[in-house]
């Protein structure tokens, strides 16, 4: 892992990771980067989380332990409790039926959108349509070009040739022009979500009031399903690119925000007083001082805007947006797995190669410039602001030359096809998987035992327990962990759930919910434990873990259900796949930031390596531990939408339906629970969380 | 009096550069009313040629038709083609504010008919797709002739036991799939009174996947299911005759106990686009095959794994009479 270059920088960075990775959206890029902020998140929370020693959770234990004992004759004594009363239920699905209604109704007259929608409408469509179109021009020689001489000025040589890699690939996968379409959308989401991101960081970096009001809404913004909110943008706006692009933003801008808001605050204050005795005003401050400071979270920022914008492409797509993501969704409908992935892995691509290149670019930020005599040569040549003009000239010299041998879009005749060995291999897998496996059985049989032996138990438990005991359970939980405020919310949250009018839904998604977390904190915390060991085991597990993450959702989708049947057992199986790398990557840091001093001294007592693990380095990681588990179910939760897609039913299955049937209360809805769902279970999980 | 405040240039730079851009912005984007109807994707037309732009849906068949459509449409009259996937209820919406200009195989929105059809008048009828389609309850032939009585809803049950799955509760499994599909399922079961649960696959895709694997297997399951399916082909089902379906027995969503009808599929145009979409929208009126020919792309797409694309010119180099007066 990489040191953060200056002590000044180390806990602002540390902590700018904290924030975002709570969020299900942007721990996607946070842990794609696994070297620095991850890193640095656990080192720094060791000290400033102090352990709650045995004491304190034992005074906790007693009378919790009586409070259960007390109640749980109660929940037997009143059976027939165990639903949501309906009168305390509230059902919005005749206002917003109608507020749908009204915007179909209106939106072609209304001058809302005429003089306001409309044009933000049109200005997305230009905007998109002018870089597509410089895109096209510049074909794949010149794009190529200009991609590979940036990351090398950025980043150096090897990633300026994965960087020319990546590109050829998406040629050679026959998808240079979705390729096209997609980073043409991503430039623009990726450019509002930076602009809007960044005023509404500026706010809530310099007021705090700000920051206060400006918080529940970013974290919205960020739970809420993408799916539920892509209906919304859909009746506003209709169907395609812009839809499309506002949505990136919604999901796209909060870390953005987040960030700057950090950088800001976390400016060196004695830099601040200088350049305050110095008579500088507050705008001057902002400008030279505090701004030129927060730039590696202004970086970062741009950083997950662009991860997160990615990982909305593909889901984008469900309404028109185009592009690759398309291209998985339409290989979808013809089960076609191979297809899907030959469109997936131009996605994974993408996100690579950009977040290398960002992460590099912030490293350069932090790190002593080589003087100039001591660089090589052809590094001279493009230093400075003539090294950029020169960049971009040679990239139009590789366009003009693509241009003149006539190639501007990607010749089919070089492209390769995957989908047949990918579709032989799935086929083979369900073959031979399914059923009739010896002794171990086969994947049918796993699923069956996990719906019948963990999810059915789980499910009917929470459905028949009182919701009043469940509340009660949800703020004591809390209350274990945080404070009454954290416990509070907490019940909050739980309870909007059922004034709703979900709460049967809810629960369900809620024991499916826990249930993958649970497999994944196992498989998780295993294999970590054995990455942790060998450098080389986790080089070797980081590319896999990479794919995992960024490959879009949608492709895994046939096979999970060719493995385990329809179901909520794919469902868990996906949202496994998604949440284990950053279970795993935070675990192997916290594992490896362990005081090496305490490891040794125990070694030197004599400890074996079982030992050693047990009573030293998973006590002392307990911090990173944390920040796993409360990953892990902020991830898991994130795929409930794609659990719908496969038989998961309860609330991803509302949202999907919602968005199919144009149904604005049932998605909104759902989604509204996903998103208290998301709360409660944060507040439980997240120790001592800062307010 | 000389300015010695060094931002104050660079502020003047960025506030003329905004007022720039933002000029820039209204000239692109007209300052007047912005015209929410007539709105075309950015992708379109991107090399100058003349471009249609068609809705398809997530079922294979929809995709058959639609590149047909999109391969007579380049190839012989020499429009450039987007497709755009969507589902059913958004791709009305779609229609009617023209960012497609046709919907190809629509099975019946009574709803959308009237507000766009009859009420805004921003949607055409384009005439019968030529297919007629179906939605029932199916069970694999090799169940139905093991168990001829199984194909009568009234023996359902003697069969739940041997339909259960982990997902259904203890009793029998009726797999539905897609939140977009028509369904009466969860009123039907409890209508008729059946011990079974309707479990949702959530997606077309899960649904063929999971009936695939269940064939390979050779084990019964009961599925809602519709005609014309490429499925068929690679496997055999049965309907499962359900009460006689008659006008407006399924009205009451409520109490609905009847089979499904029988619906002959139907085009759809933006009016716009109906009116002066010159041969494009005449080829479109005029599309029209049967459930053979469909099924027949179909398959090329789903099993032999062709593209779209393919598929299309395979059918249309093999058919040259069936398209030809399509374009005439």
Redesign the interface.
């Known amino acids: 892992m990489t040191a953060t270059p200056t002590p000044t920088h180390a806990p602002a960075g540390s902590r700018a990771a904290l924030p975002a990775q709570a969020r299900p959206s942007s721990v996607r890029p946070a842990a794609a980067r696994p070297a620095s902020s991850t890193a640095a998140a656990t080192a720094q929370d060791s000290p400033r989380r102090g352990p709650r020693g045995p004491l304190a959770s034992r005074a906790f234990l007693v009378p919790m332990g009586v409070a259960l004992v007390l109640l749980v004759p109660l929940a037997v004594a009143f059976p027939g409790s165990g639903s949501w009363p309906a009168a305390l239920a509230a059902d919005l699905s005749d206002p917003l039926g109608r507020a749908g209604d009204w915007i179909?109704d209106h939106?072609?007259s209304h001058?809302l959108?005429?003089?306001f929608?409309?044009?933000v409408?049109?200005?997305v469509?230009?905007c998109?349509?002018a870089v597509?179109?410089l895109l096209?021009a510049a074909g794949w020689t010149g794009v190529t070009a200009l991609a590979a001489l940036v990351a090398w000025r950025l980043a150096g040589v090897r990633l300026a040739l994965t960087c020319a890699a990546a590109f050829a690939a998406c040629g050679l996968l026959g998808m240079w022009v979705p390729t096209m379409?997609t980073l043409?959308l991503m430039v623009v989401a990726v450019a509002a979500s930076v602009a809007i991101g960044a005023v509404l960081g500026l706010a809530a970096g310099l007021s705090r009031r700000a920051d206060r009001l400006l918080r529940p809404v970013l974290d919205t913004m960020q739970i809420l399903p993408a799916f539920a909110y892509l209906l919304p943008m859909?009746?506003v706006f209709?169907?395609?690119?812009?839809a499309a692009v506002l949505a990136t933003v919604v999901y796209a801008a909060p870390p953005m925000a987040r960030l700057t808001a950090l950088g800001l605050r976390e400016a060196d204050a004695g830099v601040m007083e200088a350049t305050a005795s110095l008579g500088a005003t507050g705008?001057?401050r902002l400008?030279?001082a505090r701004l030129p400071l927060a730039r590696r979270q202004l970086l970062l920022g741009v950083n997950q805007a662009i991860m997160t914008g990615l990982s909305m492409a593909v889901i984008a797509?469900?309404?028109?947006a185009?592009g690759l993501g398309?291209r998985v969704?339409?290989a979808?409908?013809?089960?076609?797995v191979?297809?899907a992935l030959t469109a997936g892995i131009p996605i994974v691509l993408l996100a690579v190669v950009l977040d290398r290149t960002a992460d590099a670019a912030g490293r350069r930020l932090g790190a002593h410039t080589v003087p100039a005599g001591e660089q090589p040569l052809l590094r001279r040549v493009f230093a400075g602001g003539y090294g950029r003009l020169l960049t971009l000239l040679a990239a139009v010299a590789a366009a003009v030359a693509g241009r003149m041998t006539g190639t501007t879009v990607w010749p089919d005749s070089w492209t390769v096809s995957l989908?047949?060995p990918v579709?032989s291999a799935v086929a083979w897998m369900?073959?031979h998987l399914?059923?009739g496996v010896p002794v171990v059985g086969g994947t049918?049989d796993w699923?069956?035992r996990f719906?019948?032996w963990i999810l059915?138990p789980l499910r009917s438990g929470l459905q028949a327990a009182p919701w009043w005991l469940l509340l009660l359970l949800a703020g004591a939980l809390a209350l274990r962990v945080g404070t009454w405020r954290t416990a509070l919310t907490a019940v909050l949250a739980l309870a909007a759930v059922g004034v709703l009018g979900v709460w049967e839904a809810s629960l369900d998604t809620l024991s499916q919910v826990l249930a993958a977390v649970a497999v994944t904190l196992v498989l998780g915390f295993a294999i970590a434990v054995g990455a942790a060991r060998s450098a080389r085991a986790e080089r070797l597990l980081r590319p896999v873990l990479d794919a995992c993450q960024t490959l879009p959702q949608f492709v895994y989708?046939?096979p999970v259900?060719?493995l385990f049947?329809?179901?909520?057992?794919?469902a868990a199986a996906a949202a496994i796949v998604y949440a284990l790398p950053a279970v795993v990557r935070i675990t192997v840091q916290g594992l490896r930031e362990v005081d090496p001093a305490a490891v040794e001294s125990a070694r030197s007592l004599g400890a074996t390596r079982s030992q050693l693990l047990r009573q030293v380095q998973l006590p002392l990681a307990r911090p990173a531990l944390l920040l796993a588990v409360n990953q892990a179910v902020v991830l898991v939760l994130a795929v409930v939408i794609i659990?719908?897609?496969?038989?998961?039913?309860a609330l991803?299955?509302d949202v999907?339906?919602g968005?199919?049937?144009?149904d604005l209360a049932t998605g909104l809805v759902a989604g509204a629970a996903i998103v208290c769902l998301g709360l409660f279970l944060d507040r439980v999980t997240q120790p001592a969380k800062e307010a | 009096m000389r300015d010695t405040h060094p931002?104050r240039p660079l502020r003047r730079r960025k506030g003329v550069a905004v007022l720039a851009a933002a000029t820039g912005?209204a000239v692109?984007?007209?300052c007047g009313?912005?015209?929410?109807?007539r709105?075309?994707?950015?992708?379109a037309a991107?090399?100058g040629a003349k471009t249609v732009t068609l809705s398809?849906q997530?079922?294979?068949g929809a995709?058959a038709n639609t590149a047909v459509a999109a391969y007579l449409l380049e190839h012989e009259l020499g429009y450039r083609v987007?497709t755009?996937?969507?589902?059913?209820?958004?791709?009305w919406?779609?229609l009617s504010?023209g960012?497609?200009d046709a919907i190809l195989e629509d099975w019946g929105h009574p709803e959308q008919e009237k507000?766009y059809v009859e009420g805004?008048k921003t949607v055409t009828r384009g005439g019968d797709l030529g297919v007629t389609g179906h939605i029932g309850w199916f069970v694999p032939t090799y169940f139905a002739e093991a168990h001829p009585d199984v194909t009568d809803w009234k023996n359902l049950d003697t069969y739940a036991d041997q339909l259960r799955?982990?997902?259904s509760r203890g009793r029998g499994q009726l797999?539905d799939g897609?939140?977009?599909y028509v369904t009466n399922d969860k009123a039907l079961v409890k209508n008729l009174g059946l011990n079974y649960e309707v479990?949702?696959?959530?997606?077309?895709?899960?649904?063929?996947?999971?009936i695939k694997?269940f064939a390979?297997?050779h084990k019964p399951f009961l599925t809602y299911w519709y005609e014309p399916q490429w499925l068929f082909d690679r496997v055999p089902m049965t309907e499962v005759k359900l009460p006689e379906y008659t006008e407006g027995c399924a009205d009451d969503p409520e109490k609905v106990a009847c089979a499904y009808p029988h619906t002959p599929l139907q085009k759809y145009l933006n009016t716009r686009f109906a009116r002066s979409g010159g041969e494009a929208a005449d080829f479109l009126k005029k599309f029209r095959w049967t459930k053979a020919q469909q099924n027949e792309v179909s398959l090329m797409?789903?099993e032999e794994?062709l593209?779209p694309q393919q598929a299309a010119k395979k059918w249309v180099e093999r058919n040259a009479s069936v398209w030809k007066p399509w374009l005439a």
């Open positions: 179909i939106r072609d001058p959108f005429l003089y929608f409309g044009h409408s049109n200005a469509v230009v998109v349509r597509y179109v096209l379409q043409a859909v009746l209709g169907i395609g690119v812009p705008r001057q400008l030279t797509s469900v309404i028109g185009g398309d969704y339409q979808l409908a013809s089960v076609d191979g297809a989908a047949d579709n369900t073959d399914y059923s049918a699923a069956a719906t019948g059915d989708l046939i259900v060719a049947g329809v179901g909520r057992a794919p659990g719908g897609l496969v038989g998961g039913g991803g299955y999907v339906l968005l199919a049937q144009g | 931002l912005l692109l984007t007209g009313a912005a015209d929410m109807t709105q075309s994707s950015p992708y991107a090399q398809v997530s079922w294979v995709q987007d755009v996937q969507v589902d059913e209820v958004p791709a919406d779609a504010q960012r497609v507000r805004k799955t982990p997902e797999m897609s939140p977009s479990v949702f696959a959530g997606s077309e895709a899960a649904q063929i996947t999971q694997q390979k297997e797409i789903a794994k593209s």
